[in-house]
């Protein structure tokens, strides 16, 4: 509770410092102000955005999932990869679509949402960057969702562990 009023207090502290600095800056441009008046609000005007989002981040309701089934880590060396990262392109996955099979230079493979590289011929490059940890889980377990990716969540356990679960091992 105390979090989501830190979050609130935040979001409208950053709403009245933005709105106070956008007229501000409104009134510079109609007058002749020094400059450094313009460039004092403008960091104003950002400060203020700054402690909207981070309060929204504050307030913001993880999605919190049941575990219905059980599943198992396949992969125990996983990639760890990061953005300009170049791989060698395998296949597509036909149960999964949306992932494609990649290979590191060190020969380590996993699958790679196909949205995170660009492929060209036989190689790919990652465009951001990407973990490919799976989680092994029971059922009853309660996962954090962090986010959806081609029929898998990328999820947060009760111990802090983060990776990949299939989607459909949820309730």
């Not at 109609?30 to 609000?41: M, R, S, V």
Request: charged share 20%; glycine share 8%; with cysteine.
């Amino acid at each position: 509770m105390l979090k989501i009023l830190i979050g609130l207090i935040m979001i409208m502290s950053g709403a009245y410092f933005s709105i106070r600095a956008i007229s501000s800056i409104y009134n510079i441009a109609l007058k002749t102000y020094h400059i450094g008046h313009l460039l004092l609000w403008t960091l104003i005007l950002f400060a203020g955005f700054g402690l909207v989002l981070l309060g929204h981040r504050l307030i913001r309701p993880w999605k919190i999932l049941k575990i219905t089934t059980a599943y198992t880590s396949a992969y125990p060396d996983p990639l760890n990869l990061v953005k300009g990262q170049r791989l060698s392109v395998g296949k597509k996955d036909s149960e999964w679509p949306g992932w494609v099979w990649c290979t590191d230079h060190n020969n380590i493979g996993g699958w790679v949402p196909e949205n995170y590289v660009r492929i060209e011929n036989d190689e790919a490059i990652m465009l951001r960057d990407y973990d490919a940890a799976e989680l092994t889980v029971r059922p009853g377990d309660r996962m954090k969702i962090k986010m959806e990716e081609s029929g898998w969540y990328l999820c947060i356990d009760q111990e802090g562990n983060r990776g990949w679960v299939p989607k459909d091992n949820f309730e």
